[in-house]
């Protein structure tokens, strides 16, 4: 979070009446809530319905039949069985952050442009998704983002008795891998996918739960790129494919 505005700071809030021992988190809530006129309780729970409804308008809608949700539960490694390596960075690869410049960003396609632009950073803010850039003197120039999912089970393997599969399987999404057609060609998008493969790799290492990694291949050509980096594939029909 950044500096708080020098007119909004902590000696104000004291003397407009708010408690001394106050956390920074709180006191920006604070600050934001007066600013609009409401209460604390109010902005706040207005701000976890918009938070959701943000979630909901951008979850991943696929749904995998039993056979598909049979092959992830056996695949999927349990936390004291994921691969601890992380693969090593030639290309800096950072979290998007709101000082960093997306508006010039064009990869070509207008809805990979559109989610940079307009609606990376939202999920960024409320921890939702963790959208990868490489930049360029503070532009971004390239750029993949991961969304954390629960995939459910089918009806039909919940009714079945002895199979003893999970009820719902923890998913990390690689989605939105973009690059800029100025810099395409350079190898920024295989040093995304090492950087979202080794963030996955370490959220898998310290969870309590599994987690596999999907990306969603829909061309011949992603399907082959993704298999370079050990993704296999999973449905072609769906173009999903998978990593533990």
């Known amino acids: 979070m950044g500096e708080l505005p020098v007119e909004l700071n902590q000696t104000a809030f ?16 604070t600050q934001v809530a007066l600013m609009i006129g409401e209460s604390v309780e109010e902005f706040k729970q207005v701000s976890a319905v918009k ?31 994921s691969k601890a390596e992380h693969p090593q960075q030639v290309i800096p690869v950072q979290s998007l952050d709101i000082e960093l410049d997306t508006q ?7 809805g990979l442009n559109r989610w940079i632009i307009k609606t ?12 990868l850039t490489i930049c360029r003197e503070g532009a971004v120039i390239a750029y993949a983002t ?33 690059v800029d057609l100025r810099y395409q060609g350079q190898g920024l998008g295989r040093a995304l996918v090492n950087a ?23 061309t011949t050509e992603l399907e082959a790129f993704y298999a370079q980096h050990g993704f296999k594939l999973l449905n072609r029909s769906l173009s999903s494919m998978l990593m533990t």
Do not use: W
């Not at 010039?104 to 207008?110: M, R």
């Open 14 to 29: 004291e003397s407009a009446g708010v408690l001394k021992h106050i956390s920074r988190d709180q006191l920006a809530v």
């Open 146 to 178: 991961l969304q954390p999912e629960v995939l459910m089970a089918p009806s039909s393997v919940k009714e079945k008795d002895g199979m003893n599969l999970p009820p719902a399987i923890r998913v990390m999404y690689l989605r939105h891998l973009a």
């Open 120 to 131: 990376a950073l939202a999920g960024q803010l409320i921890g939702y998704t963790n959208t």
């Open 51 to 81: 938070r959701a409804e943000f979630i909901l308008a951008h979850r991943c809608r696929v749904q995998f039949d039993e056979s598909d949700y049979v092959s992830i539960c056996l695949t999927a490694p349990t936390p004291s069985s």
């Open 196 to 218: 979202a493969i080794s963030h996955y790799r370490q959220v898998a290492t310290a969870s309590s739960s599994a987690l596999v990694l999907m990306v969603h291949a829909q």
């Open 104 to 110: 010039a960003f064009d990869c070509g396609n207008e």
